[in-house]
């Protein structure tokens, strides 16, 4: 059983969650934004075993970590397969796994704006929106679709401002922030369409 990354009691941590099938420029972008603009100590990017929404499973989970740690290097981020280690898929059953395995440290979810389109078909997602504060990091052709999505409504009063976005990292849930960033239009299906990954 591989580490659990170290965490001390009231760190900030952000969790990008994703496929990183394969990982790309784009989710460096947004790791390095989310420090910054949500005031995080670090960032954990948990490389999933699959997404529970994809049919089609990605490339085996070891060859997508390592080709994440070629990608990210930063000394405030680690790449990490904590949902295989824990056992978990859904983000529901994640998110409690590891703040009992973590307690007193400050989780925020990060994703980018398509994610939170689509946020309310995800399992027990309000359950997520009560557990951690959610910062949501706009992608090119998204923002209109996050904005009036599901979730961005029935929770449109737990929505912190972008102008306080470094307050979101040590918020109490719920609460949630969109920010605006230079966009980049990088996508795992459009590397692997153009046959820059192969499994
Ligand atoms: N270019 C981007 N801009 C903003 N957010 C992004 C970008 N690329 C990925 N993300 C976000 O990063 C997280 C992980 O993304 P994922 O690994 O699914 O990559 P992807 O490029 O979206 O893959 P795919 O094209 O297979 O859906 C998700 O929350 C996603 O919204
Ligand atoms: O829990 C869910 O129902 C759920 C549904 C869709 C996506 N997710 C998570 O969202 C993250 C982004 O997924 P992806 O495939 O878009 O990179 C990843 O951690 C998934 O496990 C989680």
């Given at each position: 059983?591989p580490?659990?990354p170290?965490?001390?009691?009231g760190?900030?941590?952000?969790?990008?969650?994703?496929?990183f099938?394969?990982?790309?420029?784009?989710?460096?972008?947004i790791?390095?934004?989310?420090?910054?603009r949500?005031?995080l100590?670090r960032?954990?990017?948990l490389v999933?075993?699959g997404n529970?929404?994809?049919?089609?499973g990605p490339?085996p989970?070891?060859?997508?970590l390592?080709a994440?740690?070629?990608?990210m290097?930063?000394?405030?981020?680690?790449v990490?397969?904590?949902e295989?280690q824990?056992?978990?898929?859904?983000?529901?059953e994640?998110?409690?796994?590891?703040?009992?395995?973590y307690?007193?440290?400050?989780f925020t979810?990060?994703?980018g704006?398509?994610?939170l389109?689509?946020?309310?078909?995800w399992?027990d997602?309000e359950a997520?929106?009560a557990?951690?504060?959610?910062?949501v990091?706009?992608?090119?052709g998204e923002?209109?679709s996050?904005?009036?999505?599901?979730?961005?409504?029935?929770?449109r009063?737990?929505r912190?401002p972008?102008?306080a976005?470094?307050?979101?990292?040590?918020?109490?849930?719920?609460?949630w922030?969109?920010v605006?960033?230079?966009?980049?239009?990088l996508s795992?299906?459009?590397?692997?369409?153009?046959g820059?990954?192969?499994?």
């Amino acid at each position: 059983m591989p580490d659990f990354p170290p965490a001390r009691a009231g760190q900030r941590i952000g969790l990008l969650g994703g496929s990183f099938d394969p990982p790309h420029a784009g989710h460096v972008q947004i790791t390095r934004a989310a420090l910054v603009r949500f005031g995080l100590d670090r960032v954990w990017w948990l490389v999933t075993p699959g997404n529970p929404l994809k049919p089609a499973g990605p490339a085996p989970l070891e060859r997508r970590l390592a080709a994440a740690r070629a990608v990210m290097r930063h000394p405030a981020v680690t790449v990490s397969g904590l949902e295989a280690q824990l056992g978990t898929r859904y983000t529901a059953e994640t998110i409690p796994a590891l703040r009992a395995h973590y307690p007193g440290v400050r989780f925020t979810w990060l994703m980018g704006a398509d994610n939170l389109a689509q946020f309310h078909l995800w399992q027990d997602w309000e359950a997520i929106l009560a557990a951690v504060p959610v910062g949501v990091l706009a992608r090119p052709g998204e923002r209109i679709s996050a904005r009036m999505s599901r979730a961005a409504r029935i929770y449109r009063h737990a929505r912190l401002p972008a102008r306080a976005s470094r307050l979101l990292g040590g918020a109490d849930a719920p609460a949630w922030c969109f920010v605006n960033l230079p966009m980049s239009d990088l996508s795992s299906t459009a590397l692997r369409a153009a046959g820059h990954w192969t499994p």
